[in-house]
Structures are given as C-alpha cells and as structure tokens.
C-alpha cells in the first residue's frame, strides 16, 4: 500500500496532517486535516520521520476506505469455489491486514 500525505500546518507542539493512498479517487486536498503531536515523531532521519508520521496517522487511511464508494466495476462477486477457470475474470475481495513493522536504528560499524 502507497501511501501520501501533506503537513497543512506545523506549531509549536503539533502538526495538521492530511494523509490518502496515493490510489485515492479524491485528491489529497479534499480530505481533511488532523492533528498530530510532534512527540509521536522520531527526527533521527528523514526516512524515520516519514514512517512515524504515517504510523501515527496510519488507523485514518482505513477509515476513509469504509467511508469510500465502491466503483461499480469494483464490486466483488459472490464466489466460493477454488477452480481456477471459475475464477478468471471475476472480481474477487479479501481483507489483507498489514503486518506492523518497525523501522531499526543502526549504526555503521567500521572494521
């Protein structure tokens, strides 16, 4: 999953972030900004900081897929057979959760 998001603000202590799949129907614009508190974020690298800002904001994107319409070629048909044939050219749904990862910190170690 591909994810975007834009910082529409930054205080003292918080930022307002705006965050989507970058496979949204909407543009990123159109969704509302949330707030985020800056001591959820991990500054050590750029790389770092963009996972955290993600994980902090990560439980909206599922949000907005509920709130999402389904495209009307998009809707799953009512399928329960495992023949591969019957299967071909059928719009098929199954819920994938991601599994949670986290980024390590590493230092270089020069031998």
Not at 16 to 42: G, M, W, Y
Not at 86 to 92: E, P, W
Request: glycine letters at 0%.
């Amino acid at each position: 999953m591909k994810i975007i998001f834009k910082i529409t603000d930054v205080d003292s202590n918080i930022i307002e972030v705006k965050i989507c799949r970058i496979s949204s129907h909407k543009p990123i614009d159109e969704f509302s900004a949330k707030t985020t508190n800056i001591t959820q974020l991990d500054f050590t690298n750029y790389e770092n900081l963009v996972h955290s800002i993600v994980k902090a904001n990560i439980n909206r994107i599922n949000s907005q897929d509920e709130k999402e319409n389904v495209l009307k070629e998009n809707i799953p048909d009512d399928i329960s057979e495992v023949n591969l044939e019957s299967l071909k050219n059928k719009v098929i749904e199954y819920e994938y959760k991601d599994k949670t990862y986290t980024l390590l910190n590493m230092n270089r170690v020069n031998l």
